[in-house]
């Protein structure tokens, strides 16, 4: 592509690439859980102790990358160089409540 390029330079790439994705909830996230369990005559039930989001939305990621790939003096010496940001919004974490 660089027809009248130095003759120095052996090899040279820009690249860049942007992605978005995405993670849905798990299925205890999404309802409040009961769980039974023996004692007494007949047993007993407890609840989660998470408590689902009403308003719960997925998760997404997005990140951005760019670099560069130089070779110079016949490919004896060489640069790779790599810049990115990763941002990650509406993370779903477990908060546990007081029983």
Not at 56 to 65: D, F, G, R, W
Request: charged fraction near 15%; charge should be positive.
């Amino acid at each position: 592509m660089l027809d009248n390029k130095p003759s120095w330079l052996s090899f040279a790439k820009l690249r860049t690439s942007y992605a978005i994705v995405g993670s849905p909830a798990g299925w205890a996230q999404l309802d409040l859980t009961y769980s039974l369990g023996s004692g007494g005559q007949t047993g007993y039930a407890w609840k989660s102790s998470t408590l689902p989001a009403l308003d719960l939305k997925p998760e997404q990621t997005h990140s951005q990358e760019y670099g560069a790939d130089v070779r110079l003096f016949n490919n004896r010496l060489g640069l790779d160089l790599t810049v990115y940001k990763t941002n990650t919004f509406n993370q779903l974490l477990r908060i546990p409540v007081p029983v």
